[in-house]
């Protein structure tokens, strides 16, 4: 008897578990699949309020095609995108896994100095310092330039992944380097064959916090690209739907918000616990 | 003599590993020749320009403290202060009603918690700017879905513009950053309470304390530095919000939800005051810079325990 009256409570509570979660989950995600289905729909009607959000009058991809016709095109804005996101990747890990390894590994003067200087920066916004930034970017010829962009967004990636990095090398025993240089390997090679294939989960999470900083970034975007060709898909996006280039066409901007979606999602959904892992680092540090 | 060769050789030995270790600072050298050039200058450059009128085109003047003085007597940025830290007060809260019963919920494996916490975390990983231009459809008055959904319902009588009047303009902004913000956080705080010891609770309910006694006897003093993490990531967040006052709102309506960020902006890229958004921009760094001071206080270890 009272083993049927807790297994009935059992069940009540994991019904209402279960209910709770499932609401949860559509409010969270409901935004995300409505834009995404309302992309389908032909031009004509993704102007009306999307209800329902499918396609009612026909499957088409219209919207995506009409991306192209704004100013220098969505293709252009996202073959920034993925150029500046790529780069930025590539050179952040390099930069980091280089710092990394030698913060870690090396004892040479002012290290701590030079460790301290670059983790403070991510104590002051750098929204705060974007106009010396554009002078900057102007008196090395790299105004308006997607590198100049580049420099920056990899330099503000600098405090979490270097702090990444180190971390990762000095959780390698050091017996293991001792070993290979018996061996007669030297620095470089001990690092690319040694120790990289040994910190390449933290590797992996750098790269992504790099690509989504990357990919998302807007206000520095906004600032330093002046010149409609070199405009990422945020700002792309924006001037689209600020009705810069005639009246507003919000199936446009639901595809255009699907383009720069995606890429975002499907990488979470890939590599979640490389990111939940950066996360966890930056929250028991 | 053996002596002497022995010294003079622990002597190369040491002069040698010296050399090597020297060699770390060719590794550290790009990252700090970055942080120099697109940080520490920048920096310095913010401090020097908020000393002079500095136009973009033509010649700049030393002006001393001229730039502060002007910000005294700038209503609008005080207001768009004021508004930014109404914004942050509301914003957090609100984020944390959300996110730790959140938190609670997927704390424990249980069947589907995994999926359920990857669904409330998806919003977190789209950008500012694609949330702010999806809600910016969403709340359109003609082609968006709250208002002509209500509208349809028959909630109201006819389509109401959410963006034109301050009230619900601000609270759509707050539901669209609690959507896209609340899974982040919940993740941070569940690391909290992820390391709270499981005999603790079961020894309180051993002694028969209630869920709500355990709550403020355990889990928050317990959780300390976790919450505080969460608190001045937000805080710190919200304080230098732009996108989606930017993208959704304009700073409108009549620019009651101008940010501070937004003035700076405004002032420093659409005026070209350089100068003038240099002296604003060191008002928010040292606001910012008090803040992580506050930070490194509050997530000090705790005493005794390290």
Redesign the interface.
Known sequence: MAEAMSKNRKAAFSLA??S??II??V???A??V??VLSTFKPAQE??????PPWPTTGFSIENYETLNSFGDGLWVSAQNSIYVSVMTVLLSV???V??G???S?????F?DF?FV??LS?I???????????F??LTR?GLHNTLTGLV??Y??LQ?PFS?FMMRNAFDAVPREIEEAARMDGAN?VTMLVKVMLPLVWPGVVTIALFAF?GA?????AAL?LMTDQSKFTL?VM??AL??GRFGAID?GA??A??TV??VP??I???AL?RF??RG??AG??K | MTAITATAARARLRTATNLRQWVGLLYVLPAVALVTVFFVIPLGMTAWMSLHNWPLMGEHSFVGLDNYVAILRDTRFWNALKFTFYYTMIVTIAIFAVAFPLAIFIEKPRPLTNLYRTAFFMPAVVGFASASLLWSWLLNVDSGLFSPAAYDLGLTEKKVNLLATFQPAFWSIIAMVVWKVAGFTMIILMTGLQSIPQDLQEAAVIDGAGPFARFRAITLPLMRRTLALALILSVAGSILAFDQFYIILRGGPRNQTLTAVYWIFNQSFVSFKLGYGAALSMVLLVILVALSLVQLWLLRKPEGLD
């Open positions: 578990r279960h709770t979660g949860a989950s409010l969270f995600l935004p995300i409505w834009t993704a102007r009306q309020p999307p209800l390099l930069v980091s280089l710092a390894y030698g913060f590994r090396f004892r040479f003067p290290r030079f200087l670059i920066t104590m002051i916004p750098f929204q705060s310092i974007l106009t010396p930034i002078l900057v090395l420099c920056v990899v330099t600098l270097i620095n989504l990919w998302n970034e807007f206000l600032v945020p996006m924006t739907q600020s919000w901007v639901q255009g918000v720069m979606m975002c999602l990488l979470f959904l979640q990111y939940i996360l966890m929250a028991v």
